[in-house]
C-alpha cells in the first residue's frame, strides 16, 4: 500500500535523517523532492505546493535548523501535515435514526455493491445491527444477484423487485419492507453512473431526496487516483454526501486520491477496502495511515486485527500445550486459518515499522498456506499430536498424501520445530534469545 510514495518520501528525508548540518537550502531541496513524490503519486499541485509550503512555514516557525535533532523534528511535522491532509481524525459512520439509511453512489465499477456487503458484515458484527440491502441498480443485470450473494454469505436479507423498474419506488419499498421486518439499518446500493450523465444524476439524486438518507457514502476506485478526485467533487455537487469509501486500496501503490481527496470535496474517508474478502474493510485513521506512508508501521490496527481474531480461551489453552511441550501440528495450523482471517500478509507486513521496507517488492503468496495445510491434513492425528513419530518413511507417505515434494515436508516440520521453541522462549522471557532465532528462521 502507497510503496512508492513512501519510498519517495523516505529517500526526500533522508538528508534531513542525518548528522550533519541542515541549512534552509537542503530543507528546500528536500521539500522540493517531498512535492516531487507527491506529484508522482498523482496529488494534485496546488494541494502538493500548499502541503509543501504548510511544511516550511512550520519547520521555519520550530526551529528545524537549531534542533538537536532536526531530522526527526521534520519527519514529525511532514507527518503531522499529511494527517491534517488526509482528514486529521476518525470519521465514522451516523446510525442515530430507526432505521438509518445508507445511501451508496458512485461510479461503475469502483465496488459499491461488494462494498455494500462489506459495510452490513461490519456493522452487524461491530455495532449489531440488523441490516437490510436493497438492490437499486436495475441496469446491470448481474447486480442484483451479485448482492443476493453477498447477502446469502453474510446472513443479511436483500430488498430486490425484479418487475420494477424505478429504483425510486424500489428503495422507497424497501423502507416500508425494512420497519416490518424490524431491520434497524437500510444499506441501498444504487447503480454505477458519470457525473456527466445528467439523467442518472437526477435518479439518485430523486432517491436522497425520496429516502433522506442518514448517510450518503461516495465509493470510490482508489487506483484512479486524480480522476477520482475530480469525479467526487461533481457527485458532491449534486449529493453533498456525508464521506468517501476508498476501495482496492490494497493495489494503490501511488496513495494519490487517498492524499488529496478531503482537500478538495472537504468531507472525509470513513472506510477503506482492503482485500477481496468480506471482512476486509476497515475504519480510516489519518494519523495510522500517516505513520504507513512514512514508514513507521501501523502496530495499533494490527493488535486490533489481532485481538478481533484471537481466541483467548484458546490461547491459554495454547499456553498450556507449549509449557507441557504438547503443542502440535492441529493447534499450528489453528494458529495459521486465524492468521489468514487478519487480511492480506503484506498488507500486514506493512504494519511492522521497517517490515514492509524489508520486504520490498517481495510477493507473498497466499497460496503458500493452502501447501501447508494439505501437508498436515496428510498426517494422522496421531502425527499431528506427536511430530517426534515423523520418520523417513512416514513424511514420504505425507508428501505422497499432499501432493508436495518431501523437502518441503522437512521444511515445514524445521519451521514448526523453530515456531514452538520461539512460542516457548517467548513464556519464559527469553526475548534475546527469540530474535536471534527469528533471524535464522526461513
Known sequence: MFDSLSNKLESALKVLKGSGKITEINVAETLKEVRRALLDADVNFKIAKDFTNRVKEKAIGQKVLTSLQPGQLMVKIVKDELTELMGSSVTEVSLSQNPSVILISGLQGSGKTTFSGKLALYLKNKKNKRPLLV????????????????????????????EEKNP?????????????????????????????????????????????????????????????????????????FDGV???????????????????VVSKPIKFIGTG?????????????????????????????????????????????????????????????????KMGNMKDLMGMIPGAGKMMGDVDIDENSFKYIEAIIGSMTNKERADPRLLNHSRKTRIAKGAGRDISEVNQLIKQFGQMSKMMKMMQGGKRKQMMQMLQGFK
Open 168 to 240: 425510486v419506488k424500489i428503495a422507497k419499498a424497501a423502507l416500508i419492507k425494512a420497519k416490518q421486518q424490524n431491520n434497524d439499518l437500510v444499506i441501498i446500493d444504487t447503480a454505477g453512473r458519470l457525473s456527466i450523465d445528467e439523467v442518472l444524476m437526477k435518479e439518485i439524486s430523486d432517491i436522497h431526496k425520496t429516502v433522506k438518507p442518514e448517510e450518503t457514502l461516495f465509493v470510490v476506485d482508489a487506483m484512479t487516483g486524480q480522476d477520482a478526485v475530480n469525479t467526487a467533487k461533481a457527485f458532491h455537487d449534486t449529493l453533498n
Open 135 to 162: 438492490g437499486c441498480d436495475v441496469y446491470r443485470p448481474a447486480a442484483i444477484k451479485q448482492l443476493q450473494l453477498l447477502g446469502a454469505q453474510i446472513d443479511v436479507p436483500v430488498y430486490s423487485d425484479a
Open 245 to 263: 469509501i476508498l476501495t482496492k486500496l490494497d493495489g494503490d501503490t501511488r496513495g494519490g486520491a487517498a492524499l488529496s481527496i478531503k482537500s
Open 276 to 340: 477481496e474478502k468480506l471482512e476486509a474493510l476497515d475504519i480510516f485513521y489519518p494519523e495510522r495511515m500517516a505513520d504507513r506512508i512514512l514508514g513507521m508501521g501501523d502496530v495499533v490496527s494490527l493488535v486490533e486485527k489481532a485481538q478481533e481474531q484471537f481466541n483467548e480461551e484458546q490461547a491459554r489453552k495454547i499456553s498450556k500445550k507449549i509449557a507441557k511441550n504438547q503443542f502440535g501440528f492441529d493447534d499450528f495450523l489453528s494458529q495459521i486459518q486465524q492468521v489468514k
